[in-house]
């Protein structure tokens, strides 16, 4: 079955810049899409179609894509960035399919 | 403001079939492709499935024998059933609204608060 793989962790320090991975092989032909996960509450989509981010969202939060990678950079990390974050993309029979998560800590 | 609740038991004996609703407000179901997806506790999402608004549906392989997903377009509700749970089946329950694309793909835009259900004796 298809795998999207990510770090489990990434700690950054406050008005640092996070990058977190997301790779797997179709990425090159399939969008991605990157979903913030704070505790106790549901996921919320924060970048779509590699790139795109929708309204409400801080422009701190972009997504960029190379290869089978795709990248979700949070610049100028805030207290309140702390979360899991997870990647979600489509394989090809339109399986729905999530990355393992990180945690970013800040 | 497009709203989902899900809805249902919060605990399920072992070998039952696991029953969940979700109720979509502030919008139309025409038009979407509404999905549940799950989480144990502590660990990462799973996609159980898809439906359509025309009654179409996607489940995902490793669930797909023992999941039905429902529509009830005049209540604007989406069903779930898993049957014959165990354990393995305890997580957080979500419905979800999926954006599609033209390209065969889809995304997430809203989603429910999640419920928790057990399965335990």
């Known amino acids: 079955s298809y795998e999207l793989t990510q770090p489990p962790s990434v700690s950054v320090s406050p008005g640092q810049t996070a990058r977190i991975t997301c790779s797997g092989e179709?990425?090159?032909?399939?969008?991605a899409y990157w979903y913030q996960q704070k505790p106790g509450q549901a996921p919320v989509l924060v970048i779509y179609?590699?790139?795109e981010r929708p309204s409400g969202i801080p422009e701190r939060f972009s997504g960029s894509s190379s290869g089978t990678t795709v990248t979700l950079t949070i610049t100028g990390v805030q207290a309140e960035d702390e979360a899991d974050y997870y990647c979600?993309?489509?394989?090809?029979?339109?399986?729905?399919?999530f990355g393992t998560g990180t945690k970013v800590t800040v | 403001q497009v709203q989902l609740q899900e809805s249902g038991p919060g605990l399920v004996k072992p070998s039952e079939t696991l029953s969940l609703t979700c109720t979509v407000s502030?919008?139309?179901?025409?038009?979407?492709?509404w999905s549940w997806i799950r989480q144990p506790p502590g660990e990462g999402l799973e996609w159980i499935g898809y439906i359509y608004h025309s009654g179409s549906t996607n489940y995902n392989p490793s669930l797909k024998s023992r999941v039905t997903i429902s529509l009830a377009t005049s209540v604007n509700q989406i069903s779930l059933k898993v049957s014959s749970v165990t354990a393995a089946d305890t997580a957080v329950y979500y419905c979800a609204r999926g954006e599609w694309l033209q390209r065969g793909e889809y995304y997430f835009d809203y989603w429910g608060q999640g419920t928790l259900v057990t399965v335990s004796s």
């Open positions: 179609k590699d790139t």
């Open positions: 979600q993309s489509v394989d090809s029979t339109g399986t729905g399919v």
């Open positions: 502030g919008g139309s179901i025409s038009g979407y492709y």
């Open positions: 179709a990425l090159p032909k399939k969008y």
